[in-house]
């Protein structure tokens, strides 16, 4: 039975399978190389239906596994190898379009999507790109510097080289007044008294630390007679004559300078006049003046009153750039009794010693003016004989005198003593040392 040439492929199947053995005759090349293509077509085309049916029927999830698109790809790439067996023009003809468009793979999956909405992005910013006029330069806006940035960094400046300048005028200042020679000077020459010496010198040093101060500093040297107190107001009398002219420096004897026959009121205006000159000119010099006023316990209470108006902190600034040393033997009995009740223990040479004897000081001295309210006070305590015997060797060096040790305790032997369980303390200090020296 004849076909048509759309159902060539399925007549010549129908044929060869009524007859088996039948030997089919050679057909011309052209309609063989016609009908081999279009049979591999029907077949791609079918399979790719049932695919598509498959599809829509299971619901299979639309996102795959790259592992699986890369199977699929190479199915159809060996799909195709197997059409090139059979027509190698065909092929070609596959071949380029595989390479040339894109094919249905069925994959919807995330990755492919990304890729797609990223390039679409890359799309929209170069749409976006900015077309400059073609005589201008492509150049970023100039940015308005501001002002106030300019002033934070000025003021930041400024408080830096004040910082710096305090530093340097505090380093200037220690140097000036060379307090670390004070304090070894008064080591050497002050005995038995190591606690009031490293108070007073810790007071000096904060407070010429600096030349702007909000009150004088007023330091009172209280104890028995003869424990150094004294000693210690000629020792900085001598350092700071030397480190800054005599007149800044005042030592005051109240029974030399006001002795009984005076007025107390004469008295009074007499020092008050000699503060204030002297105060004056060390503000214009910028140097601070020491006023040491020795024997205070025989001030008048005229005199004390006076006094006490140069300790008070609103005055003006020179009367604040001032040292004041008050010496004087108040609270030397109370001293005394705490010594020998405490000998026994080493409280004495402990800071705590020093601040239970202070509290034990302050109401005395209250008593006798309010105006040591406004002093640092620093008790002296006494002298043990060893210290004693330390006075007549410097003594004696200072004479020119050859120390005899043996000359020596004779004469320190001499004095009298306290006496507690196994150490001597002097009654009298180092008072008598020097006319002891004297007769010899």
């Not at 420096?249 to 005076?262: D, I």
């Not at 020998?340 to 223990?345: D, G, I, L, R, Y």
């Not at 008790?379 to 004693?388: C, R, S, T, W």
Request: proline share 5%.
């Amino acid at each position: 039975m004849p076909c048509d040439a759309k159902e060539e492929a399925s007549c010549s199947e129908s044929d060869a399978e009524e007859v088996p053995d039948a030997v089919i005759p050679a057909a011309p090349k052209k309609i063989t190389s016609i009908s081999s293509p279009l049979r591999a077509f029907v077949r791609l085309r079918r399979r790719y239906q049932g695919l598509k049916k498959s599809r829509l029927h299971l619901e299979l999830p639309r996102e795959k596994s790259a592992e699986f698109v890369h199977t699929r790809l190479l199915q159809r790439q060996l799909s195709l190898s197997r059409t090139s067996l059979y027509n190698p023009s065909m092929a070609f003809f596959n071949q380029s379009g595989f390479e040339s468009s894109q094919y249905f793979t069925f994959d919807t999956s995330v990755e492919h999507y990304s890729v797609k909405k990223c390039r679409r992005k890359k799309s929209r910013r170069k749409s976006r790109m900015v077309l400059y006029p073609d005589k201008t330069k492509k150049y970023l806006p100039a940015e308005e510097k501001s002002k106030a940035k300019r002033c934070l960094l000025l003021l930041i400046a400024i408080m830096f080289f004040q910082i710096l300048n305090a530093i340097e005028n505090l380093d200037d200042n220690l140097q000036k007044y060379d307090l670390d020679g004070l304090e070894k000077t008064m080591h050497r020459e002050v005995f038995g008294q190591k606690v009031a010496v490293e108070s007073v010198v810790e007071l000096l040093k904060d407070y010429l630390a600096t030349h702007v101060h909000n009150k004088p500093l007023v330091i009172s040297l209280n104890g028995p007679t003869g424990v150094g107190k004294s000693h210690v107001g000629w020792v900085l009398a001598k350092h700071f004559r030397s480190v800054m002219d005599n007149d800044f420096v005042l030592q005051y004897f109240v029974m030399h300078h006001c002795p009984s026959g005076v007025a107390p009121l004469t008295c009074a205006i007499d020092l008050s006049k000699k503060i204030a000159d002297m105060v004056t000119r060390a503000e214009i010099e910028e140097k601070t003046p020491l006023f040491i006023l020795d024997e205070v316990e025989l001030m008048s209470p005229v005199l004390l009153d006076t006094l006490s108006r140069f300790f008070e902190p609103n005055q003006t600034n020179e009367f604040l750039n001032a040292i004041y040393i008050l010496i004087s033997n108040l609270g030397g009995d109370e001293i005394t009794k705490f010594i020998t009740q405490n000998a026994s223990t080493e409280l004495l040479h402990q800071q705590r010693g020093a601040e239970e004897l202070l509290s034990i000081i302050q109401p005395v001295l209250a008593r006798v003016h309010p105006l040591w309210k406004a002093a640092d006070i620093i008790p002296f305590i006494l002298l043990e004989k060893a210290h004693v015997i330390n006075c007549f060797l410097e003594q004696m060096r200072r004479e020119g005198l050859y120390p005899d040790q043996k000359h020596i305790e004779n004469l320190a032997n001499q004095l009298s003593y306290y006496t507690t369980g196994d150490k001597q303390y002097s009654s009298m200090g180092c008072k008598q040392v020097v006319a002891k020296v004297n007769l010899l």
